[in-house]
C-alpha cells in the first residue's frame, strides 16, 4: 500500500482531507461529497484506495452511500424522546398512545406485532421481582415514523396481570398497556431508564434498516407502580441516527 | 470472492458462526475465539478471507483483536453512572467530586486539564443563554479509572460568574466548580441531560483508547439554578463501552 511521508496509509490521509471539508463546513448536511472516481482523479490513485477512504466515513457514521447515487454528509435530525414528559399519565389517562409524545407533528406506525407467554428470562424475572423463569406476556413489536423504522421493543408483564386483559391481545385498546394496569389499579408511578450502546445485529441492521456507522441505544425500562411494585420492563433498540434523548431531574 | 449456495459471501458465513457461537454461550465474555489461523484451516479458506470474517465480528463490536495475542469475547462491565443521585446536593455540599459518585471503590482521575475563555460557539450561548459568543469559561478535561480513559469533557460558564473564582483555575477546590457556583448563591438546582449516540472521530478513538466496533455517548447537560438560570452547559464524550446510564423519575 502506498504511504506518504508521515507513514498514514494513502487512504487514510483521502479519509482525513474529506473529513475536514465537512468539520470547515464546506461539505454540510446532506451534500455529495467526492466518490469513488472523483477521488481516484483527484489523487491519482486505484479505485480499491479511493474506496478504502469512504469505507473509512461510511464507518465513522459521517457519511452515508446511496446506492446507484453517491456518498452523502449524514444527516443528523433526530427525534427528541423525552423521559419524564412522554410517560406523563395526563397521556395515557386519556387513552392517548404514549408513543404519540415522541413523534411531533408525524404519527408512529407499529407493525409485526407478536403477543405470547414464555418463561421469564433472568433479567427480566430479576427487574420485574418474580421468580425464576415465572410466566410472562412478552410484547413484541417495531415502530415507524412516516415509514421509517425507528425502534423494536419487547416489554415483559407478568402473566397474572395480563392474562384475561387486552394487555395479552395485539391491539391494547385506547392508551395503551398503561391504561389497562390502571384499571386494575396498577398505573406506573416511577420508571427507571437504563441506557447503553453498541453496535446493532446483523438482524437489527436489517429490521431497523441502518445504514453502516449506525450504532444503536438500548433501552431498558421498568415501571413501577405507586407502591414500587414492577409491572412492566420494556427493551428497546432504538436506531441511534434517529433519536436524541433527553431527561430533566434536581439535584 | 468464493460464495455459497444461498449467496452470502463466504467470510459472512464465517462470522455468523463465530457469533452463534458466542450467542449460544459456546464462547463467553473475555474467551479467546478462533483466530485468522484457526480459521484457515477449520473452513479451508485463504488469510484475506479469515480476516475479513474477524473483521466483520470486530466493527459489530462483539469481539475485540488484543495485538500480538489474539481475538477476545468483548465483555461488558460497565460502569453505572446514576443521573439523579450522582447529582445530589449533598455530594458537592459536602466538598465531594460529583464523579466520585460513579465510581464505585475506584477513584476517577483527571488529565489533560485546559482552562481559557472564549467566545461561545452558538449552540452554547443557546444552551447558557447568553447572547452569540459572549465570553465563556471553557474547562476541558479527560477522567480515568485505575488507568482506562472513560471519558472526555468541556465545561462552559458565563465568564461573569466565573472570572476572578476557582472556577477558572485548574484546581477547582472542593466540591468542584459547583460547590463555587453554590457559594455565590448559584448552586445548581436542575439538570437537563441529552444523550446522543455516535461513531468517534480518529482523536477520540485516541483519547479514550476505543477498541474499533466502540460507538461514543455525548452527554451535554445543563446545570440551572432554582430560578432556573443556566450556570453551565457540560458537553461529555463517553466512551459506549464503559458506561450504563440511569435516570429515574415519575409519571
Redesign the interface.
Known amino acids: 500500500m502506498p504511504t506518504s511521508e508521515n507513514d498514514a496509509p494513502l487512504y487514510r490521509e483521502i479519509a ?1 482531507d474529506v ?1 475536514a471539508a465537512i468539520a470547515s463546513g464546506r461539505f454540510s448536511d446532506g451534500d455529495r461529497v467526492p466518490g469513488e472516481n472523483d477521488l481516484m482523479k483527484q489523487y491519482g490513485v486505484a479505485r480499491a484506495t479511493a474506496r478504502q477512504a469512504l469505507s473509512v466515513l461510511i ?4 457519511v452515508v452511500a446511496i446506492r446507484g447515487s453517491g456518498v452523502y454528509v449524514r444527516t ?1 435530525r ?1 427525534l427528541r424522546r423525552h ?2 414528559r412522554r ?3 395526563d397521556l395515557w389517562g386519556a387513552g392517548r398512545a404514549v408513543w404519540q409524545a415522541d413523534a411531533a407533528g408525524g404519527s408512529f406506525e407499529t407493525d409485526g406485532i407478536e403477543v405470547d407467554t414464555a418463561p421469564a428470562p433472568a433479567y427480566v424475572a430479576r427487574a420485574l421481582g418474580l421468580d425464576d423463569r415465572a410466566p410472562v406476556v412478552r410484547r413484541h413489536r417495531r415502530y415507524r415514523l412516516a415509514q421509517r423504522p425507528m425502534q423494536l421493543a419487547t416489554s415483559y408483564l407478568p402473566a397474572d396481570l395480563a392474562r384475561g386483559t387486552a394487555i395479552a391481545e395485539p391491539d391494547t385498546g385506547p392508551g395503551g398497556i398503561y391504561a389497562r394496569l390502571a384499571e386494575q389499579g396498577r ?16 438482524d437489527e441492521s436489517r429490521a431497523l434498516a441502518l445504514q453502516r ?1 449506525t ?3 438500548d433501552v431498558l425500562r421498568t415501571a413501577l407502580t405507586a407502591e414500587h411494585t414492577p409491572v412492566e420492563f420494556n427493551e428497546m433498540t432504538l436506531d ?2 434517529a ?9
Chains 1, 2 share one sequence.
Open positions: 482525513e473529513r464507518d465513522e457514521g459521517v443528523f433526530p423521559g419524564p410517560l406523563s399519565r398505573a406506573p408511578a416511577h420508571f427507571t431508564e437504563e441506557v447503553r450502546v453498541r453496535m446493532p445485529t446483523p456507522g450504532p444503536v441505544l441511534g441516527s433519536y436524541v434523548l433527553q431527561y430533566d431531574f434536581d439535584a
